[in-house]
């Protein structure tokens, strides 16, 4: 039986000889990614600085979505104003026919003249559309 050395020759030397190309080969690669200009190792200074944008993007959808809100909860008001100040008018017109302060017929002319939809004409008992003088 032969006993084999361990030398540079021997299966355990070319596995050293292997660990050694391959250790050195990988220090090669590393230098060469750090030295690379195409993809420059980040700095914790600079995941900071992309931490802070990504938050400066979200925090600026979050304000368009409050603003949008507010837009949107300002028409609603400004609807429902102007709806209860129609209602109010119609209230205070109803009030003086009903207490001789206003002549009802006038309203009926007024409304005949403003209205043109049948619907509205219709919940007035006012008839068909009548064509006004400039048609």
């Known amino acids: 039986m032969a006993v084999q050395a361990c030398s540079a020759e021997g299966p355990r030397g070319r596995d050293l000889d292997r660990e050694r190309v391959a250790g050195s080969t990988h220090r090669a690669q590393r230098l060469n990614v750090a030295r690379s200009p195409e993809t420059p190792t980040p700095s914790p ?59 009802e017929k006038l309203l009926r002319v007024l409304l005949d003249e403003a209205l043109t939809r049948e619907e509205d004409r219709r919940l007035f008992a006012l008839g068909k559309t009548r064509r006004r003088a400039t048609e």
């Open 45 to 103: 200074l600079d995941a900071q600085i992309e931490e802070q944008r990504t938050r400066l993007a979200q925090l600026r959808v979050h304000q368009q979505r409050i603003e949008s809100r507010l837009r949107f909860l300002s028409a609603r008001r400004s609807r429902r104003e102007e709806t209860r100040r129609q209602i109010l008018i119609g209230r205070v017109i109803l009030d003086k026919i009903e207490h001789g302060g206003f002549d």
